[in-house]
Structures are given as structure tokens and as C-alpha cells.
């Protein structure tokens, strides 16, 4: 069993940062797909970034260059850094988690981008 546990999120201007974090519980941290999706109202649940278990990355269009995931096996956390933030990245933003055939979400946290 995974259980995924996110802080960061909150209110921040155009053009501001934020960062999250998801903590993973559980075994076998380091087999774990883990990504960011986003979620926001009237919109399907889309990805924001990837990390495989071998550190290659992924990121849509809408958020290259701006936005960065990362993943410390050790700490058993991965983290979203947000930069250059835009009113239309105004979401819930959900941690996943993917090991073999199971899936993983958390709660979710909200991320407003707003003058």
C-alpha cells in the first residue's frame, strides 16, 4: 500500500512561485512512478510532470519550462517547483503514484494564481 501526503499550495500573484511536495509512504520507493496531475473546475484531470524511476522526466507543453519535478529517493518525497505562474494554472493539484498495475492519488491541494 502507498499513501501519498501533499503540502505546499495556496494563493500567489501572476508571475509568482510555489512549490509542493508529496511525502510517499510505503516500500519500494525508488520502483514508484510518481507524477502531478491538475485538476480544474469544468476540466478533465490532466498531467502536469512525470518522473520515472530512472530520473527521465516529462511535461506537457502548457507547463515546459516553467514548472520542474523532482524526486529524492531518500527523503521518499517528490516536489513540484511552479515558476512564471499563470492564471489558467489555477487547479487542485493531486501527487500520483504508479507501482506495476497499481495507482496511487492523494488528496489533493489547491493552487489559486490570481492579481
Known amino acids: 500500500q502507498v499513501q501519498l501526503v501533499e503540502s505546499g499550495g495556496g494563493l500567489v500573484r501572476p508571475g509568482g512561485s510555489l512549490e509542493l511536495s508529496c511525502a510517499v509512504s510505503?516500500?519500494?520507493?525508488?520502483?514508484?512512478?510518481m507524477a502531478w496531475y491538475r485538476q480544474a473546475p469544468g476540466n478533465k484531470r490532466e498531467e502536469v510532470a512525470t518522473?520515472?524511476?530512472?530520473?527521465?522526466?516529462h511535461y506537457p507543453n502548457s507547463v515546459k519550462g516553467r514548472f520542474t519535478i523532482s524526486r529524492n529517493n531518500a527523503k521518499r518525497t517528490v516536489d513540484l517547483q511552479m515558476n512564471n505562474l499563470k492564471p489558467e494554472d489555477t487547479a487542485v493539484y493531486y501527487c500520483?503514484?504508479?507501482?506495476?498495475?497499481?495507482?496511487?492519488w492523494g488528496q489533493g491541494t489547491q493552487v489559486t494564481v490570481s492579481p
Open positions: 500520483y503514484a504508479q507501482r506495476g498495475t497499481n495507482v496511487y
Open positions: 510505503g516500500s519500494g520507493f525508488s520502483a514508484i512512478l
Open positions: 518522473v520515472f524511476t530512472n530520473g527521465i522526466t
